[in-house]
Nanobody
Framework: QVQLVESGGGLVQAGGSLRLSCAAS????????MGWVRQAPGKERELVAA????????YYTNSVKGRFTISRDNAKNTVYLQMISLKPEDTALYYC?????????????????????WGQGTQVTVSS
């Protein structure tokens, strides 16, 4: 019922930056945690970052800590992922996703399986 559309992906050299955006429409609610999940060929889907309903609590997988920043603007129904110092291993299809539950507080314990509605993804390719 919720539609998520990602944008901002592209081809960038190692060390570069990209800003991903996720526009939500339809049955949306600021009470849901949001996240970015990526999947590279031959690898399982990985929760890269998550942000709580109030935008204060965040989670990052270890490999992106200090390089990626997730944020949200509930008034605009938009979630962002700012990525800097990109590495070739960051190459993947990045999905925006909505939590299956509302008012979640255990953001730091979330995984990819906690998310229900998904976007179609935006490709991020980092060259050496």
């Amino acid at each position: 019922q919720v539609q998520l559309v990602e944008s901002g992906g592209g081809l960038v050299q190692a060390g570069g930056s990209l800003r991903l955006s996720c526009a939500a429409s339809g049955r949306t609610s600021s009470s849901y945690a949001m996240g970015w999940v990526r999947q590279a060929p031959g690898k399982e889907r990985e929760l890269v970052a998550a942000i709580g309903w109030n935008g204060m609590i965040t989670y990052y997988t270890n490999s992106v800590k200090g390089r990626f920043t997730i944020s949200r603007d509930n008034a605009k129904n938009t979630v962002y992922l700012q990525m800097i110092s990109l590495k070739p291993e960051d190459t993947a299809l990045y999905y925006c996703a909505t939590d299956r539950r509302i008012w979640r507080t255990d953001i730091t314990n979330m995984g990819a399986a906690d998310f229900g509605s998904w976007g179609q993804g935006t490709q991020v390719t980092v060259s050496s």
